[in-house]
């Protein structure tokens, strides 16, 4: 199979010891953008979030505190960075180091926020992220274990997709959904984002998504239907 | 065609149509309505009107991020347009920029500190939870043709003819993920009434104008990749005609439909989309 019937062609790679880089137009884009949503996350304040005071007619305004923003700030970068990486890598463990660290950082950044509703989000996401953990990694060593190498670049050349290959994909699969919180554990996402700070929110749901959108093009390249 | 003026006529192309469009839509619910309606070109000369008009900027907004995500929006529907009519390159990679729109849809809305926008970047979490299923229907695109890349499932369709007759689910999937992005749909609930204008409620003068310019690309570009997927190999007039139909037939719905409640709409979006995934994928292997 010829990897650039998915992203494009491969506009070239960066070899790192065992670890490939490598940038098709599609890879290219989403590292693109991770690394500006990242650099805007880096200069930006937050906003004050207004809500109606219950039982008066007034408004009050909701902000983030210096320390929290600071430790959140943080977080974000680190995500962000992940992110970015996770897009690029052409090393399927490497991507799942990503995706962990990612997954860890996204509690992180919500867990800071000293609300009862969104640290009780936090804490079911926290859950099945560290549930996630298992079938995150144990998918990756089985498609090591039936391809001996986790090089996407040499599994791509693999003609065939073996059954303990598609086991392996199906695990890895729900790894990535369980750290990035997409559906059906969406719902303790949505909690989490009712709270100010949309720079920070924004990497959560960034990472999540393009990390979704990445882990389709690795899984179609393990596993071929043709 | 040198590159550059390729995009750049590629872009006016795709905001021009897209607001036309976009003002056909609403002529035609108000014709349905039995009211007269606004004309044709009203989206088009709102897009203008506030770009001409002087911007405010909310004192509760995040800075400079508030600002910065409208031209990002910009940026990645012409990215959008590089990636379709200009190069004609990955599927993926236009799943990637919806993905990018996404974010940029929720984020647009919680920046500015509104809790009308606050309401709506929530449903846009939820929407997206129904929105990416449905473009599972690029797996199955993949699985008929072989390639994610636009000109070869064109090449593809003029050997084995249109994909909207042996994925016809397919493509009824990727109509709903239009329907959910045309203005008055039952499932647009990042931007019901009830929330005002929800995601754009506290955007005004410029970066109104920037997200009304990507709305209308963002249109063109859906109805354009939907047209080349399923039907391909089409000349302009081909496209015309296409973008005309697909704009009139959503604007019947939308204006028979009332919008639909989040649950609702999340529901039954990712009702649509197992039906569409599993009957698919039933048609593919018999």
Not at chain 1, 95 to 105: K, P
Not at chain 2, 203 to 208: A, D, E, S
Not at chain 2, 254 to 282: C, D, E, K, R, W
């Amino acid at each position: 199979m010829d990897i650039s019937i998915l992203g494009g062609p491969i506009l070239g790679i960066i070899p790192l010891g065992d670890i490939v880089l490598y940038f098709t137009p599609f890879n290219l884009f989403m590292f693109a953008a991770a690394l500006a949503f990242t650099a805007l996350i880096a200069i930006s304040s937050t906003e004050s979030q207004v809500e109606a005071e219950f039982g008066t007619l007034k408004n009050r305004e909701v902000k983030v505190d210096k320390a929290e923003f600071k430790l959140r700030r943080f977080l974000a970068i680190v995500c962000g960075l992940a992110t970015a990486g996770a897009m690029v890598t052409g090393d399927l463990f490497d991507f799942t180091l990503f995706v962990t660290l990612i997954g860890i950082v996204n509690i992180g950044i919500v867990a800071a926020v000293k609300e009862i509703d969104v640290l009780d989000a936090a804490f079911q996401y926290g859950l099945i992220a560290m549930i996630g953990t298992l079938p995150l990694f144990g998918g990756a060593a089985l498609v090591l274990a039936a391809t001996g190498t986790i090089s996407l670049l040499q599994i791509v050349q693999i003609p065939y997709t073996t059954s303990l290959m598609a086991f392996g994909s199906i695990l890895f699969f729900l790894g990535v959904a369980g750290e990035t919180g997409v559906a059906p554990f969406f719902a303790t996402k949505a909690e989490m984002f009712r709270t100010p700070g949309s720079p920070f929110l924004l990497i959560i749901h960034l990472s999540s998504l393009l990390v979704i959108v990445r882990t389709i093009e690795i899984l179609l390249i393990i596993n071929k239907p043709f | 065609m040198n590159l550059m003026a390729n995009i750049l006529l590629n872009v006016i192309i795709s905001f021009l149509v897209g607001s036309v469009l976009l003002g056909l839509q609403r002529k035609v619910m108000a014709r349905i309505q039995m009211r007269p309606g606004p004309p044709i070109i009203q989206h088009l000369l709102h897009t203008f009107k506030f770009f001409l008009k002087e911007s405010a900027f909310p004192k509760t907004a995040a800075m400079p991020f508030y600002i910065a995500i409208t031209a990002m929006l910009c940026v990645i529907w012409v990215a959008a347009v590089i990636v379709g009519p200009v190069t004609e390159g990955s599927l993926l990679l236009f799943f990637a920029i919806y993905a990018i729109h996404k974010i940029v849809e929720h984020n647009a809305g919680s920046s500015s500190g509104s809790p009308y926008g606050k309401l709506s970047c929530v449903r846009a979490v939820f929407s997206a939870a129904a929105e990416v299923p449905l473009f599972a229907v690029l797996i199955i695109i993949y699985l008929k043709t072989g390639t994610m890349i636009l000109s070869n499932i064109v090449t593809y369709q003029n050997q084995h003819g249109a994909l909207l007759l042996s994925i016809p689910l397919a493509a009824l999937m990727f109509f709903v993920l239009i329907l959910s992005k045309s203005p008055y749909s039952p499932f647009a609930i990042t931007k019901g009434k009830d929330i005002v204008s929800g995601y754009e409620t506290e955007h005004f003068g410029l970066l109104r104008g920037y997200l009304m310019f990507s709305e209308s690309i963002a249109w063109y570009m859906l109805l354009w990749i939907f047209l080349t997927v399923f039907i391909g190999g089409l000349n302009p007039v081909g496209y015309l005609i296409g973008m005309v139909v697909i704009t009139a037939f959503v604007a019947f719905i939308n204006a028979l439909t009332p919008i639909l409640n989040p649950n609702h709409s999340v529901m039954t979006q990712v009702t649509l989309a197992f039906i569409g995934i599993v009957g698919s994928v039933i048609l593919l292997l018999y």
